[in-house]
């Protein structure tokens, strides 16, 4: 079946410090790729996504590359700010509109 | 964006009572909607598949009987946990999705089951 698997948190970084948040997926087909942010108490915002090999989806900053030959879509940002303090959430999803598989979700706080 | 509401937001009941939570698509017709669970920092659990006028697909271990689902129209879907208990608290939160199939995610709803 398919899966997501996400680098283990909590990642603490300083403020403008680089981020790198790990994904790789487990798929039988092609399918697409998101990164989903939870901030505390709310749902979940899509953040990025990318729908085929060596797409890369970027939003707010935030970039992240569907690679096929490593079967991952690591998330990254330059430079992060206090307000980027949330849950991010990888994502898979095997053909359009179904069901989505997400990863563990990883914890990021950014200190002022 | 499209907006997905859920109501209440918060809601605390007796063990043994029953909640509905509401999930609304705002500006769009959803035949489909998905009602996630999430647990303590865990990932979010898909629990069952809402089809507009149809029964709801369950994923597997998920009791149909205790969490009902209704999608009685384009813009509405509810689930109700019955006779809870406090094993069933919880954040739960729903998505819809649109006619160009995508997915629009709800704010969540803390269920705190006493």
């Not at chain 2, 809402?50 to 009902?68: I, M, P, R």
């Not at chain 2, 729903?94 to 629009?104: K, L, M, P, V």
Request: include cysteine; hydrophobic fraction near 30%; charged fraction near 20%.
């Amino acid at each position: 079946g398919n899966s997501v698997t996400q680098m283990e948190g909590p990642v603490t970084l300083s403020e403008e410090a680089f981020l790198t948040i790990n994904c790789t997926y487990t798929a039988t087909g092609y399918p697409s790729l998101f990164w989903y942010v939870q901030y505390p108490g709310e749902g979940l915002q899509l953040l990025l996504k990318a729908t085929k090999a060596d797409d890369k989806g970027s939003n707010k900053g935030f970039e992240a590359t569907y690679r096929k030959e490593t079967t991952s879509f690591h998330l990254e940002k330059g430079s992060v700010q206090v307000s980027d303090s949330a849950v991010y959430f990888c994502a898979l999803q095997e053909t359009s509109g179904s069901r989505l598989t997400f990863g563990e979700g990883t914890q990021l706080t950014v200190n002022p | 964006g499209a907006v997905v509401s859920q109501h209440p937001s918060r809601v605390i009941c007796k063990s043994g009572t029953s909640v509905k939570i509401e999930c609304r698509s705002l500006d769009f017709q959803a035949t489909t909607m998905f009602w996630y669970r999430q647990f303590p920092k865990k990932s979010l659990m898909l629990m069952a598949t809402s089809n507009e006028g149809s029964k709801a697909t369950y994923e597997q271990g998920v009791e149909k009987d205790k969490f009902l689902i209704n999608h009685a129209s384009l813009t509405l879907s509810t689930l109700t946990v019955t006779s809870a208990h406090p094993e069933d608290s919880s954040f739960y939160i729903c998505s819809a999705r649109d006619h160009n199939y995508e997915q629009y995610f709800g704010p969540g709803t803390r269920l705190t089951v006493t």
